[in-house]
Structures are given as C-alpha cells and as structure tokens.
C-alpha cells in the first residue's frame, strides 16, 4: 500500500546527528549531504510512484523518496548494490542526505530494492513512461525555479557509454548463443541433441575460438549456422516463447541466410550495427566513430549555458541506442525542452545538424548556433551562400537576400518551385569588387545576375553564418558540456556502467546528472556564503567604528536569519 512520507520534517528532539560535536553537525548539514536533502529529497514528488504499490489496505510501503534518492547516490558515487547498503545502515551523512537521523530508523533489506527497481522496469514495459526520469525532470523544474536559471541558452552533446557485457568475436557469439540454448533445453532433449552441441560446449566460447584456426572461419560458421537452422526447425513447437530461443531466431537471421535450401553466412560488412552484441543485453547495438568500435548506447545531455547565470544545471537526460544519429536525440529532446523550459537558443556540434532538423527548430522557433557544419568547407577564394544575409519568414521561407556589396533584391521561387531564384541588377554586379568570387552569374537571355538555392542551402547557409558569428565574438558556450559530460561519467571508470539494458543504463545515467547538479549547487551555495561572510565582516567593521552595540545586534539578527532560514527549508515552509 503506498503511503507518502513526510515523517523526516518533523526533527526529532535528540538523535544521533545531535549527539556528534557541533562542528561535525554543522560540517554534515553544510556538506553535500544538507544540499541533496534540501534540493532534492525534500523536491522529489511522490505521488506518481503510487501506481507501483497496491490499492488495498496493506503493510505500507519503504518511502519511496528514500529508494529513489539511493538509486541516485549509487550512480552518483559510482556504488555497488552492496557498497551503497553499507553506506545506508552505517554512514551518517548517507542517512542524513535522506531523511534520518537515528542509525536504527528505516532499515529494511537489500532485497526491496531490487523489487522497487523490478517494479520500475515493468511500470516503463508498460507504458514507455520512466518514472525516475519524470523525477528528474520534477526536481529540476524545480530547482531552476528557485535559483532563478536563466533557460534560453542550452548546451547539447552525445558521448558513448557501454553496458557491462563481455566484448565478442562474431564466432565467440554464435557459440555463446548456442550454449545459451543447449541450458535452456529439457534433460531429455539435451540428451536428443548431445552430438549435435558437443564441439560447441567443451568449455566456454572464448576458448572455443581459442582452438580455432584463422583459416577454418568459414566453415565454422557454415557448421554453426546449419545447426542454428535445424534448432529453429525442430525445437519451435516446444519453445517458441522461450526468450533463449527468440534470441536464436535473432541471432541466425542477422548472421545468416537461407538460398535454395542453403544456409549462408553474411559477410562481415553486412552485418548491421543494431546486431545483437551480447545475449545478455538485446539492446546495445555497435558504432565505429573515428576509427574506434563502441558496444552500448548513447547518452545525450542538455544543460543551461546562459552567461548571466552563477549556476547551470543538467536539464535533460537521453539514452538511446548508440547508431542512433544526434539529430534524431535532439528532434525528440525538443518538445519536453520547450515545454519545461523557455529555450530559445541552443548549442550544438555539427552532428546535430541536418535539413529535417531545421524544420523541426523552425516550428518550436529555436535557433541553433553549431561550432561546426557537417560537410565539405567552403573554398575561402569564393563567395559562400552564408556571406549573404537571407531574410526568412518564421517558417524559414526566404523573402529577401542582401549580397556582400549590400544590393538587396526579393526572393521568387522558382519556375518548378523547387528552389528559390533572386535576381541583381546587373550595372551594380558588373561594378562589384565581388564579381568573381560570386555565386550568382548572368543570365543567356536575362542581362541580370541570377542566383539559384534552395531551401536546404539556405538553412545551411544560416546555420554556417550563425556559427561563424558566435565563434567571432570570441565565446564558444558549447564547449563548456564536454565538460558535463565528462562529470556525468566519471564515476563509471572508461565510460563502462555495471549495469545492462537500456532502461537500467538510462537510471543510472540520470541519476549521475542528479548528483552533478547537487555538487553545482553545493559549491554555488558555498560561494554566496564566502560573499555574505565577507560582507557581513565588512559591516561588522564599520559597524564596531560607528558603535559596538550596533556591531553585536547585527550579528544576532544573522544568526537568526540564517537558523530561520534553514529551518525553514527543512520545514517546507
């Protein structure tokens, strides 16, 4: 039965925080232990994690802020299951981030939450919703609300993330498939198919292919894949909805192919990368990206970049499969951004670019300024379409265009309406120091200089112009998430998480950008109070000159204000 939990507002009258010396109680509550349960357990809505529990009267569920707050410290600290049990039975500071502070209070067993994380990944099956991303989401709305964020101006960019699966040969899988479908089978076809698994089980894959000959490969692979064939053949009846068996399916229809009767191996080249990669996670899928092959996924991180701000903030969290292109992260990022936040600007590499994406950014009325085009240079003898200002309406149709030498004429669309056509006059182009290097040349029978492009190239040209404006003004807003990235995969070493799926890879991903804004925040409210400090030493000082009861009422009036103060963020006044 869910029940909401609201018992850690009301501090108790001793506990063990108040037994520590007044230094460490001050040192716990001003550590990033105060910052996550004032900016984060203290936000985290409950109610949306109702649907998990049962609607009757039963034994009342484990606070659901707690189990949510530990799945983010393990992947904030890069915790193992059993590393972060520790931590919550026995450090303080642990206990204190959520919400206790007796030692003995709230204890339950490990087990719950691997049953809580069970329940979340069936509630995302289910219904494609994920409900810790929906916290994060909350929390940070939140959040930015508070500390007043400027969200205009937002960063993106992709790194690669790798779930905890062995790296595999093309033979080391097949024969791994095979196993995998040798435990699955009953005793009795086990022995039925004896002889057929024998070179295949004498030992594990590795050394299968450890005694095998590079010249031998193919008939390897022919040997592996008859036998794949005649198990799909005879043991469907018995174990079609066995998952080892779908897995079987998959495996010999990517690597395999059936002609006249005649099981063929693909060749290496047409394998696709969204081919299995490991039995034990169906999803990641397999990029070459500069040279260097990656088995996982993709992460996408958002953040503010808004010069005005002291604080940025992650602001969104994507994962997905990793030959997933940028554009297709950032076109499905887009309509949560603009409905959380007030985007108007955003930040991207060239990867992020495409002629889709730029119909996508001009119905939300974003603009995107990259620190890079995809495609070839621009030659710098010649004039480039983005050295011409193009006036566009706001569905990005050109209306307008001014040249170098600043003639400016309409744009028409042209005879077919496939592309766009404008027209100079040709005395001005004739006399033009520019004439050239133009793009635009004089008609056959039109004395006028024509230039043709279309739609596509406008865009480019736009996005090209943009770029080179903002690398002009000597600031590049973008780099500062490489950055982000970086932190949000530190506590995985090389990039690897302990974890596979999808869904377990996108938690721990989200919970590590949590605690990436927790640490911000922290050293954010460690600067102010380095600034009121020196302020309040500087008021003490002409206060002491001006008269020494006013230097001590002042300092009793801070106190005050900062006891209140805090109190009243634990209060949720």
């Known amino acids: 039965m869910y029940k909401k939990n609201n018992s850690h507002f009301q501090i108790p009258l001793t506990s063990h925080v108040d037994e520590l010396p007044e230094k460490l109680q001050k040192g716990i509550k001003e550590a990033w ?21 049962a609607d009757c009267p039963s034994r009342p569920n484990i606070p659901v802020n707690v189990l949510v707050s530990l799945e983010f410290l393990k992947a904030g600290h890069g915790w193992t299951d059993e590393q ?16 206790y502070r007796q030692l003995g209070e709230g204890h339950f067993d490990l087990r719950t939450l691997y049953n809580f994380r069970e329940r979340l990944s069936r509630f995302m099956q289910e219904t494609g919703m994920n409900l810790l991303d929906q916290a994060f989401a909350q929390v940070t709305d939140e959040q930015i609300e508070a500390f007043q964020i400027k969200t205009g101006k937002q960063r ?48 594990h894959a590795g050394q299968y292919v450890y005694r095998m ?10 040997k592996i894949g008859e036998l794949m064939q005649r198990l799909l053949t005879e043991l469907k009846p018995n174990y079609e909805t066995d998952p080892i068996y779908q897995v079987l399916e998959r495996t010999f229809s990517e690597h395999f192919q059936v002609e006249r009767e005649t099981v063929q191996s693909k060749p290496n080249d047409q394998l696709s990368a969204s081919s299995l990669q490991s039995p034990d996670d169906l999803e990641a899928t397999y990029r070459n990206k500069r040279g260097q092959g990656y088995r996982g996924y993709t992460a996408n991180i958002t953040e503010t970049c808004d010069p005005d701000n002291e604080l940025q903030l992650v602001t969104n969290v994507q994962v997905a499969s990793n030959n997933v292109d940028d554009t297709q992260l950032l076109a499905e990022a ?30 939300e009325q974003i603009e995107q300024v990259q620190t890079a085009i995809r495609g070839r240079k621009p030659s710098p003898e010649k004039l480039h379409l983005s050295e011409f200002e193009i006036k566009q309406t706001e569905e990005g149709k050109p209306t307008q265009i001014t040249c170098p030498n600043d003639q400016k004429v309409n744009v028409q669309p042209s005879s077919q309406r496939k592309s766009f056509v404008a027209h100079f006059a040709m005395d001005q182009c004739q006399a033009c120091p520019y004439k050239q290097a133009c793009p635009a040349k004089p008609g056959k029978r039109d004395p006028r200089w024509h230039l043709r492009f279309t ?15 903002h690398l002009q003004d000597g600031r590049n807003l973008r780099a500062g998430v490489e950055a982000t990235v970086r932190q949000i995969k530190h506590p ?15 938690c721990l991903v989200i919970g590590s950008a949590i605690m990436s804004n927790i640490r911000r925040i922290r050293r954010y409210e460690a600067m102010k109070e380095t600034q009121n400090n020196e302020k309040r030493t500087e008021m003490k000082g002409k206060g002491t000159q001006a008269h020494p009861f006013l230097s001590s009422f002042l300092n009793v009036i801070h106190y005050f204000l900062d006891t209140f103060a805090f109190d009243n963020r634990v209060f949720g006044f």
């Open 455 to 469: 739609q596509a190239q406008a865009n480019v040209s736009q996005r090209r112009k943009r770029s080179q404006i």
């Open 492 to 506: 995985f070493p090389a990039g690897k998480l302990p974890v596979r799926g999808q869904f377990r890879v996108t």
């Open 84 to 99: 972060l049990y520790e931590q919550y039975c026995y450090n303080v500071q642990v206990r204190y981030a959520v919400g």
């Open 33 to 53: 232990s105060g910052t996550f349960y004032k900016e984060f357990f203290c936000r985290i809505d409950e109610t949306p994690f109702a649907v998990l529990f």
């Open 334 to 363: 887009l309509p949560e951004l603009k409905e959380r936040t007030e985007l108007e600007t955003l930040y991207t590499d060239g990867g992020y670019g495409s002629p889709e994406m730029d119909k996508t950014l001009a119905e």
């Open 156 to 203: 993106m960019d992709s790194t690669q993330i790798a779930s905890n699966i062995r790296q595999m040969g093309r033979i080391q899988l097949l024969v791994t498939v095979i196993q995998r479908v040798q435990r699955m089978l009953s005793e009795t076809d086990q022995a039925h198919y004896a002889e057929a698994f024998a070179p295949f089980i004498q030992g």
């Open 213 to 222: 000959k590079r010249e031998e490969t193919e008939n390897h692979l022919q």
